[in-house]
């Protein structure tokens, strides 16, 4: 990325306002941010966002550092989400598009409104979001969304936890958005499309995509779409659902409300066993490399048996009881 002598002008300009905000009210800031605002890029997105405008830049990266505080971004793990969300896999990581671009996919058909998990969820999209960027920081193309439509219906819909996850992108992840595609829309899902689509400004409308069997591969690539869309790859399932706490173990910490376990049992009964009867499991491993998360893709029982010693406990099939792996 190219950053001209007047854009390195107007950067150094916000960062020096952000850090004269940091010092009179370093409660609201995060010492983690504080550093990435060092890199020239990041605060260009938010000039870029702004059209330039320097004062209007500074109000939006002050805000987005104010509530990365406040959310706590900085501060989530895995082991605050139960292994289960992952299981489902409604929303999870896949390989890079044809055009190198990190993506995120979306079944909307795998959605359930769970009484009480609303904050976790709105926790669990910005995790998933700050996973994807940084794997995007490392190839410059930003994330592209890939939206499952197929079979969703309106009560797979809840439309506050799809406001915040577009007002998140907007206003916290200016730039990282690349597409939106849309996979086989229902007609009964047009309007809620029309809804969300009318939140996003100008600037945004045409990174909105259609797809249908007889374009995915032109704009994704077949060799690089999940095969329970048509394509070529193995569903990756992410080393949490073997690693990440139960949502039994949450609900009596506290974390989740009462009755959480028997809920996502009976909700997400179908996919669930989904996952459990997945066999060679395609298993995406993250690796610290100093302040970098590097990803690989490890086959089935080998990733197994590296990641269930962490557990110190047995992987089952809840259906058969069959045991699929043990420490």
């Known amino acids: 990325m190219e ?7 107007a950067i150094e300009t916000i960062r020096n306002r952000i850090m004269e905000e940091s010092s009179t009210d370093p ?24 059209y330039g405008k320097v004062k209007d830049a ?10 990365r505080k406040s959310f706590g971004v900085n501060t989530m793990t895995r082991d605050d989400f139960p292994k289960e969300i992952f299981q489902v896999g409604e929303l999870h990581e896949f ?71 577009v007002k998140a ?4 992840y200016p730039g990282s958005l690349q597409y939106l595609a849309v996979y086989e829309i229902p007609w009964l899902l047009m309007a809620i499309l029309k809804l969300v689509k009318s939140w996003f400004p100008p600037q945004y409308q ?12 032109d704009f994704l690539g077949l060799d690089n779409v999940p095969d329970y869309m048509g394509g070529k790859k193995a569903m990756l399932w992410p080393e949490e659902v073997f690693i990440s706490p139960s949502t039994a173990e949450l ?24 996952f459990y009867d997945c066999k060679d499991k395609q298993v995406l491993k993250t690796i610290k490399d100093g302040d970098e998360e590097i990803q690989i893709v490890k ?26 792996v043990t420490s």
């Open 206 to 217: 045409n990174k909105f995509h259609f797809l249908n069997p007889n374009n995915i591969d």
């Open 169 to 172: 992108i907007l206003n916290y």
């Open 251 to 274: 609900e009596e910490r506290g974390v989740l409300p009462k009755g959480s376990t028997n809920l996502v049992k009976t909700s997400y009964a179908s996919a669930l066993q989904d």
């Open 95 to 165: 390989y890079k598009d044809k055009n190198n671009i990190t993506t995120l996919y979306l079944r909307i058909e795998r959605h359930r409104a769970l009484s009480g998990w609303m904050p976790m969820i709105k926790r669990y999209i910005v995790f998933m979001i700050e996973r994807a960027e940084r794997q995007a920081a490392r190839n410059g193309h930003g994330i592209g969304l890939v939206v499952d439509a197929r079979r969703g219906s309106i009560s797979h819909v809840e439309i506050e936890l799809d406001f915040f996850a």
């Open 299 to 324: 086959n089935g029982e080998d990733s197994l048996k590296e990641i269930v010693p962490k557990t110190n406990q047995a992987i089952s099939n809840p259906s058969t009881g069959e045991i699929l």
């Open 27 to 50: 409660d609201a800031f995060d010492e983690c941010d504080l550093k990435r605002i060092r890199d020239d890029a990041y605060v260009k997105r938010f000039l870029d966002e702004r």
């Open 3 to 9: 950053i001209t002598s007047e854009e390195k002008e």
């Open 58 to 67: 500074i109000k939006m990266l002050s805000d987005c550092l104010r509530w």
